[in-house]
């Protein structure tokens, strides 16, 4: 640090009169790329040993408001750095990395100078072997250590590298990021002064060579060379910035340069031409105006730099500069006081500091500097819509952000759903700006966004947004729509909900077992049949599902049951039935008769072969016919059997002693033998009723009834008698 100070102080003017030199900018540690969540302090210099009082620190072009020597930064970015002793730093691009493995460069990089390169991964135990890349093209291999290039000051090549790793027994290759060389000059182009810069014919004039050196480099030795015109002037190359012309002439109003070069490496440059004037009414008052005016020009639009000086003689050499260019942006010589220089096309990084210089050989007079900025039209903006999943869900909140790329603020937004307008959002800063939406399945469409900042509306491409809507509850329908159905029938389940994207999935259930299940591919409802039996009673639903969130209808009860009787039958068996029961009460009435002589006669009572309560039948009942086959009940199948109390009675023959009758309907049984020649009758004959007689016995204890002996009695089949009765 002492040495530094020491040269500093022995190498008095050390940059070109009226012109500042660049400030330097220092990373500690010196890499220019580094992994997230590291720190690297960022350092800026002149060419003064005294300390500043405030820096001007850019972060990507924007001012910063620290103000300190140093700082420290997490975020990458462009960053750059002025004293009031200096102009603005070179940019130095600083890159924070997530990656696993990154290639990092040493900084500052002057021409001429090594540059080391250096592959570092986060754990470098797990690595085997390294290789450095230069355009693709492998440069060496080496194990965990560094390697030396040499690039030029233009060099454009990009650099990589490789790190093999190995844990437990795999291996893999992991690759870094692509780097690019900042080089920076080692010196800047010299500029020749001269001293005076107006000077008197006859007198003498010194003329400097200036350039400077960072302050890292030195202890590098320079020569410098001048000329006038093409003529050399002296005896070459010097040790020395300056040269001494002991008398100036009027003829010696020529151009004159210089050469700078550095001993070592022979890097040489040549500073821009100065022209000297001798003896010459200087100009002054010089003045730049632009047309249009400042604050009105549109980025693509030509600006025309108007300067003009207030006195002058003779020829007057006019030239255009900006700030931060070494070089002027144009030259005009006129036997005028003013001229003129257009720049066609104005882009946003022609923005800046503007000043023109005025000279008719007694030295350039400066103009005020003005600032240019440019109003950008916006450009094409690019509409992303955000969602909580991957699929659009009616009842969801998605953000359709609009973003310009490019464009002067403020950025107004609108927002589009099929061409309707949705809604609009101002971004006062420029970017982007967001919309919320709650869905609803009409929300489905092509969505996009215009940016107008009053220079141009552009509009975004067309983004489609499909919504998908859960299934509503479904509905479960029967066909027949009845509760109660016969063995044998076939019904439709069916199920359908009103609302819900497609594909649906089905289920059936019977009592909480699953039935069947079925797609529906394109929505609606699905059907499922059933072929009854009487094991099918219960209660029945179905429920329905596309993915987002399963809905379960309500139950529906069924009850199945077994045979039936049309009215027709009902009709026939109550003719029936009524002829009988004449029957049975003349055979009653002959038992009666009967038993009443034996009593008198002291005959013992026949063992009753069946006793019953006549409540017992009327409780019995019949359920229906089956569709199986017209089977019918017997005795032995009181769960078979039918309802029949409208085709039977109670009959009383008068006396206490009550016999009662019954009507019943089923198969011939092979005890009645007048049964036996008509079992070959098809099934459509009407069906053969039978009369039993039974009477309480006297002797009998109470409660207990004794069954006659049965006779059994055919119905002829008559449709048309029973009808018309």
Known sequence: MLLWLLLLILAPGQHPAGALPKALLLLKPPWSTTFKGEAVTLICKDHHPLAQESISWYHNGRHLENQSEKIKIKTSGY??????????????????????????????????????????????????????????????????????VYPPLDDDSTYHCTASREFLWYQWIETSNSLKIQVQELFPSPVLTASPSQPIEGSPMTLKCETWLPPQRTHIRLQFCFFKENQLLGFGWSNSPEFHIPTMWSEDSVAYWCLARTTTSRIMK?????????????????????????????????????????EGTGTVMFSWHREGLERSLGRKTRRALSAELRIASMREQNAGRYYCAADNMDGP????????????????????????????????????????????????????????????????????????????????????????????????????????VPVSRPVFTLNPAVAQIMVGDVLELRCEVQRGSPPILYWFYHEDVILENTSAPFGGGASFNLSLTTEHSGNYSCGADNGLGAQRSEAVSLNVTGLFMNKVTHITVGVFGWLLSMLGLAATAALVGRFRSQRKSGGAAAPAAHRS??????????????????????????????????????????????????????????????????????????????????????????????????????NVPCMSLALGY
């Open 79 to 148: 960053y750059s750095c002025k004293t009031q002793r200096s102009s603005l730093s070179n940019p130095v691009h600083v890159q924070f990395l997530t990656d696993w493995l990154i290639l990092q460069a040493s900084h500052p990089v002057f021409e001429g100078d090594p540059v080391v390169l250096r592959c570092r991964g986060k754990k470098e135990e797990e690595i085997m072997e390294k290789s450095y890349y230069k355009n693709k093209k492998i440069i060496q291999n080496h194990y965990n250590s560094n390697i030396t």
């Open 270 to 310: 040549t500073s821009p031409r100065s022209q000297i004037h001798v003896q010459r009414i200087p100009v002054s008052d010089v003045n730049l105006e632009t047309e249009p005016p400042v604050g009105q020009l549109i980025e693509g639009e030509d600006l025309v730099l108007i300067c003009s000086a207030a």
């Open 365 to 468: 007079i400066l103009s005020k500097r003005i600032r240019i900025t440019l109003r950008i039209p916006v450009s094409r903006p690019v509409l992303t819509v955000r969602m909580p999943w991957a699929q659009a869900v009616e009842g969801h909140v998605v953000e359709l952000l609009c973003e310009a790329q490019r464009g002067s603020p403020p950025i107004l937004y609108r927002f589009y759903h099929e061409g309707d307008a949705l809604g609009n959002s101002l971004a006062p800063s420029g970017g982007g700006a967001s919309f919320n939406l709650s869905l609803t399945a009409e929300h489905s469409g092509n969505y996009s966004c215009e940016a107008n900042n009053s220079l141009g509306v552009q509009r975004s491409e067309v983004v489609s947004l499909s919504i998908m």
């Open 613 to 714: 309560n006549p409540n017992e039948y009327q409780k019995s009942s019949w359920s229906g016919p089956s569709r199986t086959g017209p089977q019918w009940p017997t005795h032995s199948e009181p769960s078979a059997l039918m309802e029949l109390q409208p085709m039977y009675s109670n009959v009383s023959p008068g006396d206490d002693n009550l016999v009662y009758s019954k009507i019943q309907s089923g198969q011939h049984r092979e005890r009645c033998p007048a049964h036996s020649a008509r079992t070959q009758q098809k099934a459509e004959e009407p069906v053969v009723i039978y009369s039993e007689v039974k009477k309480a016995h006297p002797d009998g204890p109470a409660g207990q009834n004794q069954e006659a002996a049965a006779d059994c009695y055919e």
